[in-house]
């Protein structure tokens, strides 16, 4: 059983917020990673860290931005929210190639 | 580039059908393989994967994927389909290599079952 955690489930907020997305994961993972995925689309990296203090961009631009301060813990902020930002962001871990564990999403509603 | 194609969007079958899901892939090296399973509001659910030796999988919920070199492609099957699988279904492939660590998904392929 997966033990990766997002929070909260379901977020609505207004045009100008400044917001945090929790992601934590207990397997000791060094690599972790933020998708985007909008409804019916395939999912897009956003942000990947391969371990403490180590962030990059991933393939899709995204103005939101991470920090890695704890090998368990991912944060995802966005300064300014828009209506843009409007999307479902889910979080991964892995150790090795064996393929990521997903938490179950945060999806984000910008008003 | 890797990427990922799944040619259906769409698919549905009767419960207790057999179920195919196509996935090609492109790929310069030998590919790591996946599939994922997404059910409504949820996240992704690791369903099997390839590396390497026996090129037909078996994974978890009764699913398997044959890997075909000479085809580029790693489709998913299941002998007999159940309510429950109905689902949002991803392919990927990982992208490793030194300190890379990533996982390129094709755009899904949603499955629909008819009682």
């Known amino acids: 059983e997966a033990d990766i955690y997002q929070t909260p489930r379901y977020l609505v907020i207004g045009t100008g917020k400044k917001i945090t997305l929790e992601c934590s994961q207990t397997?000791?993972?060094?690599?972790m990673y933020w998708y985007q995925q909008d409804p019916g689309m395939e999912l897009h990296l956003i942000h990947y860290?391969?371990?403490?203090?180590?962030?990059e961009k991933g393939d899709l631009s995204s103005e939101s931005t991470v920090s890695r301060i704890r090998t368990e813990h991912f944060p995802l902020t966005l300064e300014s929210a828009r209506p843009s930002h409007t999307s479902q962001y889910l979080c991964?871990?892995?150790?090795?190639?064996?393929?990521?564990?997903f938490g179950q999403g945060t999806r984000l509603t910008v008003v | 580039a890797q990427s990922v194609t799944q040619p259906d969007i769409h698919i549905t079958v009767s419960e207790g059908a057999s179920l195919e899901l196509r996935c090609n892939y492109s790929?310069?090296?030998?590919?790591?393989l996946f599939w994922y399973v997404q059910s409504p509001g949820q996240g992704l659910q690791l369903l099997l994967k390839y590396f390497s030796g026996d090129t037909l999988v078996q994974g978890i919920k009764g699913f398997e994927a044959e890997f075909k070199r000479s085809q580029s492609s790693f489709n998913l099957r299941k002998p007999s389909v159940h309510w429950s699988d109905a689902a949002e279904y991803f392919c990927?492939?990982?992208?490793?290599?030194?300190?890379?660590?990533?996982?390129?998904f094709g755009t899904g392929t949603l499955l629909a079952v008819q009682p």
């Open positions: 790929y310069g090296a030998t590919p790591y």
């Open positions: 990927a492939v990982g992208q490793f290599g030194g300190a890379t660590n990533k996982l390129i």
């Open positions: 397997m000791g993972h060094d690599k």
């Open positions: 860290s391969y371990g403490v203090n180590s962030t």
């Open positions: 991964a871990s892995s150790d090795q190639p064996g393929g990521a564990f």
